[in-house]
């Protein structure tokens, strides 16, 4: 099996004689820390260490989540509180997916349609998050917190009781995807896959050849539906570029263009979606024995 993200899986690889719980608050501490490094002394190339302070942030909301539908109702506020410190970078991390975005399109675009998108490569925003040693700090706290937090008593049987719960969540937000046919809708879909995908990562360090395969393929949907997340945004940012008059014709076929991929590119994933939904529902299920095999404490 491929692991797609194999050191994050590697990272869960306690050993076997720690508890579950123990294992999950341990772990969303240390990626908070994990997100507080990666912000330290930003420099001249911010854009890769935000992306990757920001992606653990939502690996230790989506354990907070298992941990506080677990019967930890503490962790509800380092959840939020995480939540907040993401949203103050989400602003530089669109603007650099926009960035990258926009150069590869005018890489591949010729003439007038060339022109619109140089003049959006050209509305380049801050790419380093104004308050990124306020985060920083504000994380490092949060880290030493959760270290010392309640840890509650979970079972092999509990953890796959709650990932089904997350696997009916996901589903629940697919459906209002396919139902509503709106970018709101699909967004939503979307965060619910990628919370289940990371705390799928939780089954795949302990049972990597059963429950825990699902992870590469939560994986894959995930990035294919980012995927069309980012298509939604270079629209929006052509929708609202200002051209002249003889380019707004180009303007508006790269547009066309843009809402033709990330229609496909949705419909692909819904597709994915319907074979990954039945297959989870099956890993999760009282017949796999991997999630029965008992954990020495």
Known sequence: MVWYDF???????????????????????????????????LGTAPVEPVHRAR?????????LRLLEKAGADWALVPR?????????????????????????????????????????????????????????????????????????????????????????????????????????????????????RDQSALAAARWPQGAGCAFPLLF??????????DLALLEHRLERLRVPPALDSARREIIRRLHLERELVIAQAMRRWLRLEKQLTYLLSERDAYFATPINR
């Open 220 to 229: 894959r949907l995930a990035r294919r539906l980012g995927h069309g997340g």
């Open 7 to 41: 050191p994050f899986v590697m990272k869960l690889r306690l050993p076997h004689n720690r508890a579950i719980g123990v294992s999950m608050v341990a772990l969303a501490a240390g990626l908070a820390r994990e997100a507080a490094e990666h912000l330290a002394g």
């Open 80 to 196: 939020y509180r995480l939540a907040q410190l993401a949203g103050m970078m989400s602003a530089a991390r669109e603007m650099a997916v926009a960035d990258a975005l926009t150069k590869n399109l005018a890489r591949r675009l010729e003439g007038p349609e060339r022109e619109v998108a140089l003049l959006l490569a050209a509305k380049r925003g801050r790419l380093v998050p104004p308050e990124a040693e306020t985060i920083r700090l504000s994380l490092l706290k949060e880290a030493q917190e959760l270290a010392t937090a309640p840890v509650p008593e979970i079972t092999p049987g509990q953890l796959r009781h709650l990932l089904r719960q997350s696997l009916a969540r996901a589903d629940h937000r697919y459906r209002d995807a396919v139902l509503l046919a709106t970018l709101d809708a699909f967004h939503e879909w979307r965060k619910a896959v990628i919370v289940l």
């Open 55 to 63: 992606v653990a942030l939502k690996r230790a909301r989506s354990t």
